[in-house]
C-alpha cells in the first residue's frame, strides 16, 4: 500500500469514529393545562313551613305573623278554630314548586275550610297519599330571589265537627292532631312530573315522621 492510500484510510477512520460522538440528542418541550372539573350538584332549595300562634282556649290567633311549629287547640263541637300552615322558601332557592301535605287523622271530625285562591288541591290527592293525608300545590312557580318569600297561608281555619262527642274514636285512641309539611321541586324541566314527585313523597309512611 502506497503512502497516500494509508493516509487516506486512517482520514476515513479517524472520520468514522468522529461521526459517531457528533450525533445531537434531541430533548422536547412539554407542558399541560389546568385540569376543568364540572360538580352537578342537587337543586338548592330550603323551605320552611310555620303558623301563627293561638290561644289554645279560643282557638284564635294571638299574633299577626306565622312564626310557631306547633299549637294545642280545646276540641268544642262546632267551634272553628284558626289554623294558617304557611311556607317560606328561604333566600336563594333554586326556581321551585311549593307543596304542603295535611295529614288530618280525624277527617270526619276536622274539615279545613278556606284554603285560599293562590293553593289548589293536587287531583286525586285528598286522602289518598297515606292515611288522611291532602297535598295542596302552590299555584305559580317561586322565582329564585335574594330575600326570604313568605307565601300565603294554605287555608286559614279547622271546623270541628257537631258531632264530637269528647272521645277520639279514631285507630290511635289519643289526642288527634293535625300535622303540616312543606315540600319542594325544582321548576325547571319538572312540569309534567312535579305533582307525582309530591305524591309520592307524601305516599311515604315517614314522610311526617322525619326531622
Known amino acids: 500500500m502506497n503512502r497516500k492510500a494509508m493516509i487516506a484510510g486512517a482520514a476515513a477512520a479517524v472520520l468514522a469514529t468522529t461521526c459517531v460522538f457528533v450525533i445531537p440528542s434531541f430533548a422536547f418541550l412539554s407542558a399541560q393545562s389546568p385540569k376543568i372539573v364540572n360538580r352537578f350538584v342537587s337543586a338548592l332549595i ?15 290567633k294571638t299574633g299577626d305573623k306565622p312564626e310557631v311549629y306547633e299549637n294545642t287547640y280545646l276540641t ?39 284554603v ?21 300545590k302552590y299555584n305559580a312557580v317561586v322565582s329564585k330571589s335574594e330575600e326570604d318569600q313568605q307565601l300565603s297561608a294554605v287555608f286559614e281555619h279547622v271546623r270541628i265537627s257537631d258531632s264530637f262527642d269528647g272521645q277520639f ?41 322525619k326531622d
Do not use: M
Open 46 to 60: 330550603t323551605v320552611d313551613l310555620k303558623e301563627t300562634l293561638v290561644d289554645p282556649e279560643t282557638g284564635k
Open 76 to 114: 268544642v263541637a262546632g267551634r272553628v278554630v284558626d289554623k294558617d300552615p304557611t311556607p317560606i322558601v328561604q333566600k336563594n332557592s333554586t326556581d321551585c314548586y311549593i307543596y304542603v301535605g295535611v295529614r288530618n287523622e280525624y277527617p270526619d271530625l276536622f274539615a279545613i275550610e278556606d
Open 116 to 136: 285560599n285562591a293562590e293553593w289548589t288541591l293536587v287531583p286525586d290527592s285528598e286522602n289518598k297519599p297515606g292515611e288522611g293525608v291532602t297535598v295542596y
Open 169 to 209: 274514636h279514631g285507630a290511635s285512641q289519643t289526642d288527634s292532631a293535625i300535622e303540616a309539611r312543606a315540600f319542594a321541586v325544582q321548576s325547571e324541566n319538572t312540569a309534567d312530573l312535579s305533582d307525582k314527585y309530591a305524591v309520592d313523597y307524601f305516599s311515604s309512611s315517614d314522610a311526617f315522621d
